[in-house]
């Protein structure tokens, strides 16, 4: 499983889509999957406030159940997984059918503050941004992330455990930052 770190507002859902295509286009199969799918509901989520940084950064997404559903079952060398658990904007769950993985697939998952989930992807690829393009970038809605983002590098130091780091201010002329 290859991790694509960063928000979709900057463009990381579509690099990941883009990688997934050239990849099936070459013959390898790829299956995508967004940690958008796997937010809790917002009874949880919003519990502690609606700009909760900590539990923007731990608590947004439901890791057990990505892990139960996607990770755990990859790495048992099954053939089906479930890609998507709740809608985002509805906050209901999909009740989605499992969907096939080709012997051989590899999963891209893309979502912000993945260095902080519990579990680990075999490559991560941080798309590196300023605070000043995630505040061009970022819905006003959205705002009170920057500072989630500060903490996120300062505590969880995405640059340094990221195998690939990309900056991506400018996503039309991306940039390798480091290689881990």
Same mark, same amino acid.
């Given at each position: 499983?290859?991790?694509?770190? +960063?928000?979709?507002?900057? +463009? ?7 990688? *997934? *295509? ?13 940690? $958008? #799918? ?6 949880? $989520? =919003? ?8 539990? =923007? ?6 890791? @057990?159940?990505? +892990?139960?559903?996607?990770? *755990?079952? !990859? *790495? ?6 479930? @890609? ?9 769950? !999909? $009740? ?17 503050? =993945? ?11 941080? !798309? ?9 970038? !970022? ?5 009170? #992330? ?15 455990? @990221? ?13 390798? @930052? +480091?290689?881990?």
């Amino acid at each position: 499983m290859v991790g694509f770190d +960063g928000p979709e507002e900057i +463009g990381t859902a579509a690099l990941a889509d883009n990688v *997934a *295509a050239r990849l099936i286009a070459v013959g390898r199969p790829a299956v995508r999957v967004s940690t $958008r #799918w796997w937010w809790r509901p917002a009874s949880l $989520r =919003l519990e502690f406030g609606r700009q909760e940084v900590d539990t =923007l950064l731990r608590g947004w997404v439901d890791s @057990a159940a990505l +892990g139960r559903e996607v990770i *755990a079952p !990859l *790495a048992a060398g099954a053939s089906h997984i479930v @890609a998507r658990l709740r809608d985002p904007t509805t906050d209901r769950s !999909l $009740r989605d059918q499992t969907e096939a993985v080709p012997a051989n697939a590899l999963v891209l998952l893309d979502g912000p503050f =993945l260095a902080a989930l519990e579990f680990t992807v075999d490559a991560l690829v941080h !798309l590196k941004v300023s605070n000043a393009a995630l505040a061009r970038r !970022l819905p006003a809605e959205r705002q009170w #992330w920057i500072p989630g983002f500060e903490r996120y590098r300062r505590e969880y130091r995405p640059d340094d455990r @990221a195998d690939v780091v990309v900056s991506y201010d400018h996503p039309s002329a991306p940039a390798m @930052a +480091g290689i881990g």
